[in-house]
């Protein structure tokens, strides 16, 4: 199946099979590998992109259901000489241990800010609770989310 959609501002044809996932497409077709495969069930949170504006796990969305879309990803979320907010606040309070999670991390906390500008603590524990971190960085994630709020005026 031909599929036209836009990922991160730039307009894409790429030819799949139907049901192939967002995340193969993105990392496979477009060479975009800041998304990354966790457990390809929808239960980490590693390949949190944003699909139409909604945070949404890229290994369930299937090719079939991205004609006209718009795909955001970590790579067109900001740039190293202009990060987003939450990208700036991520490194502020030095959130990464590993890293593996944190792409999926800061595209959940972005789309949690597009909604709730200031949230509550346990506002962002419930955004960001199906997004896991093996090395347990809660706290300075939630600090994080909290200095992006501020940054983005929430």
């Known amino acids: 199946m031909k599929i036209e959609f836009s990922v991160n501002g730039a307009a894409h044809s ?3 099979p139907e049901e192939m996932p967002l ?3 993105l990392r496979d077709r477009l060479g975009l590998t800041g998304t990354k495969y966790g ?3 929808a239960q980490c949170g590693a390949c949190t992109v944003h699909l139409d504006g909604q ?3 890229a290994c ?3 090719a079939q259901e991205l004609q006209g879309a718009e795909v955001l990803t970590i790579e067109g979320l900001g740039t190293p ?3 987003h907010a939450v990208q700036a606040a991520w490194v502020e309070h030095q959130v990464a241990q590993c890293g593996y999670c944190q792409s999926g991390q800061i595209m959940q906390a972005a789309a949690l800010l597009d909604l709730t500008p200031s949230p509550t603590d346990a506002q962002i524990d419930a955004a960001m609770s199906g997004n ?3 090395c347990g960085t809660y706290p300075r994630i939630r600090a994080a989310v909290h200095a ?5 005026g929430g």
């Open 14 to 16: 790429v030819e799949v």
């Open 23 to 25: 995340l193969w497409i």
């Open 39 to 41: 457990c390809g069930i």
């Open 55 to 57: 945070a949404v796990r």
């Open 60 to 62: 369930q969305v299937q």
């Open 81 to 83: 000489e202009a990060l």
């Open 132 to 134: 896991l971190c093996r």
């Open 148 to 152: 992006a709020a501020s940054k983005l």
